[in-house]
Every structure is written in C-alpha cells, then in structure tokens.
C-alpha cells in the first residue's frame, strides 16, 4: 500500500527525464544543422588537434627544431625555404612555435575553464543543496572575490608568485569559479523542491547521488555555454597579463607572449604580430560562435 | 526603502573585510621586498638599508604588517616620558633596525583612521596618487558607458526585430569580432591607423595636449577621447547587443506580447512598450558589474593610450612591490564594486517592486 | 625712367638678398628670448617621485632636479674632465692641500638664485647636515654618511666646512683620488628656502616630496606637474649661465609615454624633439630614407650587458668579511667555483651573433668591465669564441661526456668540487640555472641563446625569465643564483675605481654588489692602491687599472658581453643642437625650434 504513491512520483521523474533526453537530442540536431556553428566547431578542432600533435608535427613533417636558436637566419619572412611562416627573433621557425604556444594557450584556458567549472558546480550544489551557514559562508567568498576587479587580483597574484603555465591554470580557476556557482546555486535552490527530487529522497538515495545524479544534469546545458566563453575569455586574459609582464614567461612559447613581443616589430616583421594575433582572435570568435549556436540550440522555444 | 539601503550596506562590511584580509595575504606570499627594489644602488650601506626596512616595517610578522595598515601602530610602540624614543612596545621590537637604540615611537594611524601608509616609492599618501588619477579613469568609463550601452541596446533590439535576417547575421559576428581580438593589439592598431603614421586624423596618446595650464574642459579636449573610449567600448558593444537580442527574444514569446498582438496593436509599439522596457529589470544588474570590469579593463588601454588613470598606476605598483600603493588602489576598487553593485541593486528594487525584502 | 627702374630692381634683389642673408645669420644666433619653441622629451618610466633635489632617488627625479640648482663641480661636455667655471658649476677653482687629504673649493661669487639671493656655501652646508642627519632618505650618499670610522665599507669624508661664504673645505680620511667625485654626490639647494620651510627638522620634508620649489636656478624653472602626463617647466631668463645671453626655448616637457616604441612613432610624428633611440629601431635611422632628415648622433655609451656566474655556493651564501673584517673563506660553488669552466664558459658563446642578430649590429664587444673610449682600457683583452677549446677546458677541469651522447650533460670525473669539498659529488651532472629579468625582450633572447650554447658543450641549463622585482633580485642580491644576465648604465665619464664591484667588503648577501662573491688578493691591493697614488699621476694609475683588468679577465667572475651603440635623434628643425658622448642636453638654453609643427 505504501508503495503506491511512490511509483506513482517515479513515474513523474521518469517522464521529466525522458523530456531531458530529447532536448538533448533535439539540441544535437539544431547544432548539426547550424552551418555557422559547426564551422566554428570544426575550426577550433583542427587548431586543437594541431596543438596536440605539435610535437609530432614539429619532429617529423616540419623536421625543425623549435628551441633552437639560429641568429644568422632571424626575422626570416613568410615563405622562406624550410619555413613556411618564417622565423621569430631568434631564428627559429615560427609555425614550430605556434603550435606550441597553442598547447600552452588552448590548455591553459580549457583546463583552466573546466577546472573553475567542476569547483563552480560542486561549491554551489553544495551550498545551494544544505544552504544555512554553508551558504552565507559561501555567499560572503563570492561576494569578496567578486568585488574586487579581476585584474587587480590576477595582476598581484601573478607578480607575487611568478607562476608557470600549471599554477597559471589553477590561478586562473580560483579567479573564475564564481560565475558557475552562481548559476548552479540558484537552479540548485529551485529544483532542491520539485518532484523528482523528493522522490529520489524518499528512495532513500543519498544526498550526493541528488546532488551530482539528478541536480547537475538539469544545469549542464546553461555550463555549457559558459564553458565556451569561459575558455575565450581566459585565452584574452592571458595574452593580456603576457603583454603586462606577467603571464607566461620566456623561454615557454605562448600565442600571447608571442603576440606581445611582437609588438615592436611591426615594421620589420609583420607576420610576427599578425599571425598569433590571427589565431587568438580566431579561436576566441569561433568560441563566442559555438556558444551563441550552443545558446538558440537549447532554446526549447524556439521553433525548428 | 531605507531600511533596504542600509541592510544592503551592512552586509556590506564583511565583504570589506574579506577583500582587506586576502588581499594583504597574498602580498605576504611575495618572494621579494621592496627594500630590494628600492635601494639597488652600490652606494647604499647595510645599517641604511635596515633603516629603510624598520621604517617600512617589511621584517614583521604578516599579521602584525595587516594590523598595522588596519589600526596603526601608535598604539604598538609608544613613547611614556616625552623623549621622542619609544619606551614600550607591544607586539613589536622596541628596536626593530637592531641600531642599538629604541626606535621612534609608532605613527601610523591605520586606514580605518584615514591613514593609508605611504607609498614606497613616491614617498606619497597612496590616496592622494590615487585621486589625482581617479577622475581620469571615471572619465573614460562614463565614455565608454555612454558609447557602449546605447549603441550596444541599439543593435541587440534591431537584431532582434530583424531576427534571421542578414543584419541579425552580420551585427552578431561584428559585434563579436570586436571583442575577440587581444585588446592591447587593438589599442596599437587604432593608435597605428588612425594616429600619425597612417591616417593623422587622432592624437596618438595622452588626455589632452601637452601645453601648460592644464587640461582644458572634456568638450575641448574631445578628440584625445576617442581612441581609447572606441577599445574600451568594444567588449561592451558586444555583450550588450547580445544580451539584449536575448532579452527581447525573451520577452517576444511571453504570452502578454502574444495577447497583445493578438489584440491588434501595432508591432512597434508592443516591441517597446513591452518588450523593450522589461528587458530593462535584469539590465539593471548588470550595470554593477559591467562597472567593475572597466575599471579592471581599462588597465591595459590606459597604458598604452598614456591615459592618466589608475591603471597605469596599479602597474607599476605591482611591479615595485608598492604595497601601500597596492592596497590602497584594492581598497578603493573594491568599496566602488561594492556601491556599484549596491547602486544595481536599488535600481534593480525600483524597477521590479517584487524585489524589496 | 629708365635709371629709376634700374635703381629699384637693384633695391629690390638688395631686399631679397638680404632676406636670404640675414635670417642666415639670425639661425645660428636664435630667435630671441623664449622663441625657440617648446621642447618636447619622452618619459618611458614612472612619474617623478619628487622635486627635492635632497630626496632624488630616480631617475625620473634627477632628470627635473638638474635643472633646479647648480653642482659644486661639473664636467666638461666637450672633454669629459670636471673642470672650473663650467655653466651650471659652483666651483671656481679648487686645490689640494700637500697631504692631500685637504681639499678647498673656491666658489663663483656671481651667482644667485632666481629671487635675487646669492649662492653661497651655506646651500652647500645645509644639504650636507641634512644627509648627515639620518632624517632623510637618500641612497647616493654614503660617503657622507658613515664617517671614516676604519672599516671598509666607510666613507671617506671626515668634515666639511665653510670658512667663509664663498668657500668650502673638506677634510677627506686619506688622500683618495675616487673620493673627489664625491663631493658631488651633494646636491645644492636653496638653504634660505629651506630653512624657512623646514629648519633642522629634516625628516618633514619627507611629508610632501612632491612639494614644487619656489626657487631656483636654472635655465628652466617653475614646475607644472600633471600626474601620467607631463611635467613642464619655462625659460628662466635670470639664467646667467647661457650661451646666446638668453634663454631660447619657451618650455622644456617630458612626456609620458607607454614604451619606447610608442615613443618612436611620436617622435617620427613630430611630436617629440628629442629621442634616445632604441636598439630595435636604430638600423631603421640609418638606413630608411623616410627617416633621414632626421639629425642623429652616434656615441658608445655607458651602458654594458654582463653575464654573472657564481663563485661562490648559492646553497650558503655568506658575506665577504666578518664583522671585525676579517676575511671570511668563500665555499667555492660546485660548477662555478672552477676558474676553467668559467673561463670556458667565455669561450663557448658567439658574441658576434649576438650583436648582429639581436641587438643588430648595435653594440661594441667588449672583455673588460670599462668602455673602450675610457682612459684606462685595456685593449689587449679578447674572449675567443672557440667551441673546441671550450671542450678542452670542461675536460680539464673534470667535467666529461662520459657517455658521447650530445643530449645529456657532462658529469663530474675529479672536478674541483669533488676534489677540494665533497667527494661525493663525483658523478654529478653539469646543470646550471640562468636567470634573467623578465620585461627586456633582449634579455630573454639572449638567455635562450647562452642556453642554447651552453648546452652545446655539454650543460644542461635550466633558463628562466623571472620577474625583476620578486625573483631576479632576490636571487641575485641574495647571492643564490647560478648564472644571472643583466645589464647596466651609468653616465659618463667612467669611474675606474671598481671597488663596489669586487671587493669582499660589498659581499654581503642582500646588499652588496659583489654578487659573485668574487675574491682576489692582488686585485684589493691594486685598486686600494690606486686610489691613493700621489698626486693621483694618471699614468701610475692607469698602470694599475690595465692589471686589474687583467686580473678580471683571467679569473672571470663575468663574462662581459657589450658596450651598447647609443642613438639620439632629434627634429630636422632643430637648431643648435651640439652633442657629446657626455651629454646630449648641455646646452638647451641655446636650442631653437623652427617652424613648430601645428
């Protein structure tokens, strides 16, 4: 006899999954058909897989050596015998350092993205699942972090410590976590009282299996979206600390210290300025495209 | 209402103190000090150098330099019988530069008293170096609202209106170039293009020109504007035409717009009085921090634009080590988000009734 | 008729040649007072941190405070030498007493300050209880400030005094040939001012550094300071000192500007008269015809690259003496300890290279601590850069590639450190750490270069470009680095005594400036030596000097790399315009700017 109501509550929760599913699915669709954005998917593909294989790449189709430096042949320009889009300041081939400098770049902003969103979501299902003094507690952090202007903040962090690419990503992350936990917070507080969460609860599951099993699901589309200007955002960011002084330094290659060393060579070597300036801006475009697509595509109002 | 603004303003002070503390902490964890930076210089003896470092009070313990900078440190080492040297001390060395005599008396009076320390290297009260560039960098920020918002509401409602269309199209991806592209690369090619190299049509740096006097008024001076306020705006533009495009396209599908159509009003007029003035609730919290991101934005464009704001400043100070300078330019920072996020909020209650607790 | 239209057209070409003529004339001569134009100078750096001569402590600052008040001596711009009688000089003669020790100064009896008061000793006695006092902060000093007491690091002035308004004494320790430069580490200031302003409370002057004189004396006076912006002063034509009678400029100005590559173009845009060009751009002045109505002058400057090694073990650093000043025995460092390796490491890089590829052809080689124009340069000194025979030197200092694989390091076979220190350190690898400053491109390639090198006989370098204020610093004042690059400018003309730079008594770890913690005993006797020669005989010390820089080289705690080639560039119109590899800006109140732009 007891049983009843609760099958008849799973039936409830078992129908809002099943509307979960085909919204992704209709989603997946949307997104294949958006010629805009799977152009920008495929773009930053490519780039990402050129970055992952730079040093295969580099070793066997190029067959240079991309540290090392060859003073008597430098600021060779695009086209040059041996190197297809020249050499830097030191003589070494610049496509070589490129694609390092994207492994640098493109990792430091997706891990540094999908890091600060895994803190994001944890810190707010948390605080927005218990609320209480867990959450005034969280609340006050976010609120000193977010007061404070970010730069401000990255700016004396990174002077301070001097930090590598690794402890530049766990920076960037503890700088970046806050849009995330608001956003999962407050879904958290709303969807902490519907249906399928009581039903879990009188299932007898245990509160992080609610949390991370049937609470995360339902934000993952708006984190997402965030992931993808979160990731943008970061590569700007560091290219603009490389060209404060802070950052990425020497002898580790990055598209943004590239770019601002070649700051003052637009005279005599153009191409050193252009290109890593071309990809940033490429990525970061293509990023702002896949989450506008990502966006319309999840739109459940929007009509096919 | 009131009752609303000071209960927000309470909640306020913890947040102050919670940015004071980290922001003093993570200058503890700096590996240099700024007697180094300062005294690089082969004439400078030992016992000086322990001077300046007793003076500036870089030895002690962290906590100590937080109160200290907090509350002062009159009340740590202080003088009973009218000497001029300290006889007491608490906390701290009676003799902190190891001379062999009692150092002077404590003076610093802490920033709760007014008193933000001096700056190590201009020798200066860290609010007075900050005032003389704060108007500089509000000037710009109110420019660039004034530049950003309208244009960026304009494009984000016609987009809207016009949705599919080419113009949707074409305004989304420029809108979203301008922002994409690393803002000091885009401060260099304005300056390149359209400064004297190429085009001369724009000064190339500064607030206004260099003749004595001072600057004349903003309208004068309204050219030396323009470049920084375009790079400034550019991200701005772009995430407000976005947001807003959003926002009515909200609003478009709500069933009140739906009736209203339905009832036979003209287009136009249920797109604004509608659509448009409800996208203005949330817009209202945005303002807050859109306001502090240009303050933290403009520190590049400042720099290259040889604006004379507080940008630059930070700059520097990080670099030297400055640490007054620092926590000066954190504080004042902060207690601008702080009544930047509070002036969202009110508008935000003013706007939607529903929102007064 | 006809006769009169003669008469006229003669009158007339008369006119016209006159025009032509006399305006001639008239440019080597100026437009008058305060129609010269205003000049305009960049300022790639922070703001002056003051306007008190007494507090300058960079370089921002000196640049206004030197148009404030006179020096006691000032040096020559054609040659270079300190000599009487100099415009913007105090002294009219000076001369030693036969011990040497005694040093009168006569002072000029016609100058005044702009509001009418003479300058007298007094300006002088004032600054020097004020430094004295401890109240203020000003790090250029010392000689003053620690009174020769008997220890190394002391001061050589024992008093100073004024017998009379025009006339000042001063009382050195020993008769010391480098000490006379100091006296003019002093600078002048308007006592009657001062004692007004402040009295002997020293310290308050402190409270507003950035406090604008009143008084002055100068070609420029009257400051106006626009914070980030500008400062700017105008002609003062109470100005005696000036070559055409008057003062010519209207107004000197730095300017702020981001970098000076920003710079560059504004000066290329006409916006800037004057401009010390970078190493990057100076090719483009020689070369570009765009450029070429520029007017340039070329000298060797001051300012030299060296590369540091480490003496001394990084993991302990300790001071060179101890308190009673006695010599404290250095641990030698593991790698660096070893004159060959040092010395092969001078031999393994390609300076050449260097100079073409990154600073394009703009720099002097050099093997010593001096430029070549000093008087005491030793020109017999050559680093060879050959990669074999810097092999031959790891081999013979026990560091060998035991295994003729190019991509690991050597290791240690009866090395010194092994040898001498630790026996266990046999078999350890050759690895090294370089550091250089972060924020100077040029350092960063040359680092990534001297890696590149090194490793290619056989190190292993770990090259890092750290921040200068929180790492590189530390590191290098802290004596805990390996291998370090930096460079270096001081004004000229060259000091030859290097007794700050290798002596034991500025080995002290965080403040000295003998970083390497370098040590050589003959090399303490020369240069003690050589600043008490009698009668200071140019020749006998020039004898010691071109030893000591032998010595230098032999031992190598440096490797020193080049003198930079210096450019200044200013408008095609400007005017009397005549510079030394002294200065560039002595004779400003004679400059006239023609046809300002806009």
């Not at chain 3, 000093?141 to 002391?154: K, N, V």
């Amino acid at each position: 006899m007891t049983a009843q109501p609760s099958i008849a509550k799973i039936g409830a929760s078992e129908q809002e999954e099943i509307r979960t599913k085909s919204l992704l699915q209709k989603a997946l669709y949307r997104v294949w058909h958006d010629r805009l954005t799977m152009g920008a998917i495929i773009v930053i593909g490519i780039l990402t897989l050129l970055a992952i294989l730079a040093p295969f790449i580099t070793n066997q189709i190029l067959q240079v050596e991309y540290e090392k430096p060859n003073l008597r042949n430098n600021y060779a320009p695009i086209g040059e015998p041996g190197h297809i889009l020249g050499t830097d300041d030191l003589g070494r081939d610049h496509l070589a350092r490129l694609l390092y400098g994207g492994q640098v770049s493109l990792g430091i902003a997706f891990f540094a993205a999908i890091l600060a969103i895994i803190i994001g979501i944890t810190v707010g299902v948390i605080s927005g699942y218990y609320g209480g003094v867990i959450d005034d507690f969280v609340i006050w952090f976010i609120t000193t972090l977010d007061s404070v202007p970010q730069l401000f903040l990255l700016l004396i962090i990174s002077a301070v410590l001097s930090p590598g690419p690794l402890s530049l990503v766990l920076i960037l992350a503890f700088l970046g976590w806050i849009g995330a936990t608001r956003i999962v917070r407050g879904e958290t507080f709303s969807l902490r009282e519907r249906d399928f969460t009581l039903a879990a609860r009188s299932m007898g599951a245990s509160d992080w299996r609610i949390m991370f099993v049937h609470i995360v699901p339902n934000v993952a589309s708006l984190l997402i979206i965030s992931l993808t200007s979160a990731i943008g955002g970061l590569i700007l960011t560091e290219s603009a600390l490389s060209f404060l002084g802070f950052g990425v330094k020497a002898p580790t290659p990055s598209w943004g210290n590239m770019l601002s060393g070649g700051i003052d060579l637009l005279r005599r070597a153009p191409h050193l300025i252009f290109v890593p300036g071309f990809l940033i801006s490429l990525t970061v475009f293509c990023l702002y495209l896949i989450g506008d697509g990502l966006r319309d595509a999840f739109d459940p109002r929007i009509s096919d | 209402m009131n009752k609303f603004i000071i209960r927000r303003l309470i909640q306020a002070i913890p947040t102050f103190f919670g940015i004071t503390i980290l922001s003093y902490f993570i200058i503890a964890a700096a590996p240099g000090d700024p007697v180094s930076i300062l005294t690089f210089n082969p004439k400078m003896s030992m016992e000086e150098r322990q001077q300046l470092a007793a003076r500036l009070g870089v030895n002690d313990p962290i906590y100590i330099q937080y109160l200290r900078w907090l509350v002062g440190d009159d009340w740590m080492r202080w003088d009973t019988n009218g000497d001029g040297l300290a006889d007491r001390a608490i906390l701290i060395p009676l003799d902190a530069d190891s001379d062999g005599e009692p150092d002077p008396p404590g003076e610093r009076r802490g920033i709760l008293r007014g008193d933000f320390g001096r700056s190590f290297v201009y020798r200066d009260n860290p609010l007075k170096l900050i005032g003389e560039r704060l108007p500089a960098t509000i000037e710009l920020n109110i420019a660039t609202l004034l530049v950003s918002i309208p244009l960026g509401l304009t494009i984000g409602i016609l987009a809207a209106i016009w949705r599919g269309r080419s113009f949707d199209q074409s305004a989304r991806i420029l809108a979203v170039v301008g922002d994409s592209v690393p803002s000091f690369l885009m401060a260099f090619g304005l300056i390149m293009i359209f400064g004297a190299p190429t085009l001369n049509l724009l000064p190339m740096g500064g607030q206004c020109a260099p003749v004595r006097g001072g600057c004349p008024p903003i309208y004068q001076r309204l050219e030396y504007l323009v470049l920084p306020t375009i790079a400034l705006s550019l991200g701005g533009i772009a995430g407000w035409s976005r947001f807003m495009r959003a926002a009515m396209l909200d609003t478009i599908t709500s069933d009140y717009v739906r009736t209203a159509k339905a009832k036979g009003l003209n287009d136009r007029i249920v797109w604004f009085r509608h659509s448009a003035r409800n996208a203005l609730i949330p817009m209202a919290t945005f303002l807050g921090p859109t306001f502090v991101s240009l303050l933290g934005g403009a520190t590049i464009i400042e720099t290259i634009f040889s604006w004379p704001g507080v940008g630059r400043l930070l700059t520097q100070s990080v670099t030297a080590q400055d640490y007054p300078v620092i926590m000066a330019s954190v504080v004042i920072g902060s207690v601008l988000t702080i009544v930047g996020f509070l002036i969202s909020d009110i508008l935000y209650a003013v706007f939607d009734p529903r929102i007064r607790l | 008729m006809k006769n009169f239209s003669k008469w006229l057209v003669l009158g007339l070409c008369l006119v016209l040649l006159g025009t032509l003529v006399i305006p001639a004339f008239a440019q080597d001569e100026g437009l008058g007072a305060g129609e010269g134009g205003i000049i305009i100078t960049g300022n790639t750096g922070d703001d002056p941190a003051t306007f008190n001569p007494l507090l300058a402590n960079d370089s921002a600052s000196f640049d206004i405070v030197q148009w404030l008040a006179p020096a006691i001596f000032t040096i020559n711009p054609q040659t270079g030498e300190s000599e009487p009688n100099i415009a913007g000089g105090l002294a009219e003669s000076w001369s030693y007493d036969e011990t040497g020790t005694v040093l009168t100064i006569n002072l000029r009896q016609d100058l005044a300050w702009n509001d009418g008061t003479p300058i007298t000793a007094a300006d002088y006695l004032y600054s020097v209880d004020a430094i004295r006092s401890g109240q203020i902060e000003n790090s250029y000093a010392s000689a003053f400030e620690t009174m020769a007491d008997g220890t190394p690091a002391g001061g050589k002035i024992v008093s100073v005094e004024a017998p009379d308004p025009y006339t000042v004494v001063v009382t050195f320790s020993e008769a010391d040939c480098v000490a006379f430069e100091s006296v003019n580490d002093i600078a002048i200031v308007p006592s009657h001012v001062y004692q007004e302003l402040y009295g002997t409370d020293y310290a308050s002057m402190m409270d507003d550094p950035r406090s604008i004189p009143t008084v002055s004396f100068g070609p420029f006076k009257d400051i106006e300071f626009a914070p980030a912006q500008r400062v700017s002063l105008i002609a003062d034509q109470s100005y005696p000192d000036t070559v055409l009678g008057y003062v010519s400029p209207e107004e000197w100005v730095y300017l702020s500007v981001p970098d000076e590559n920003v710079e560059t173009e504004r000066f290329i845009a006409g916006e800037i008269s004057i401009l010390a060009v970078p190493s990057t751009r100076q090719n483009d002045f020689r070369t570009d015809p765009a450029l070429a109505d520029f007017q340039k002058y070329e000298f060797t400057g001051n300012g030299f690259t060296f590369f540091a090694m480490n003496t001394a073990d990084p993991n302990n650093p300790q001071p060179g003496l101890d308190e009673q000043g006695n010599l404290i025995p250095q641990t030698p460092h593991p790698v660096l300890g070893d004159v060959l390796v040092r010395r092969a490491i001078t031999q393994a890089v390609d300076m050449d290279a260097i100079i073409e590829g990154i600073r394009d052809g703009n720099g002097l080689k050099v093997a010593t601590h001096t430029i070549p124009t000093s008087w005491v340069y030793n020109p017999d000194l050559q680093y060879k850069f050959d990669v074999e025979a810097a092999k031959a030197l790891l081999d013979e200092a026990g560091w060998v590639d035991d295994d003729n694989d190019p991509a690991t390091p050597r290791v240690c076979q009866n090395c010194l450190y092994a040898r001498e220190v630790d026996p266990s350190f046999e078999g350890s690898p050759l690895e090294l750490r370089l550091r250089v400053p972060e924020g100077g491109e040029i350092a960063s390639q040359m680092g990534e270069f001297f890696k590149a090198s090194l490793d290619e006989i056989g190190f292993s370098t770990d090259f890092q470009a750290i921040d200068w204020g929180s790492a590189f610093l530390p590191e290098l004042t802290g004596q805990t680095f390996d291998m370090a690059l930096l460079s270096w400018s001081l004004g000229l003309p060259v000091d030859p005594d290097v007794t700050d730079f290798y002596t034991p008594a500025v080995d002290v770890p965080g403040a000295g400036f003998n970083f390497t913690s370098f040590y050589n005993e003959e090399l303490n006797q020369i240069l003690a030596e050589a600043r008490v020669v009698p009668g200071c005989d140019p020749e006998a010390r020039k004898e010691l000097y071109l030893r000591a820089q032998e010595i230098l080289f032999n031992e190598a705690p440096y490797y020193y790399m080049y003198v930079s080639q210096s450019m200044t560039a200013v408008q095609p119109n400007l005017q009397n315009w005549n510079p030394t590899p002294y200065s560039r800006i002595w004779d400003t109140d004679a400059w006239v700017l023609l046809d300002q732009p806009q």
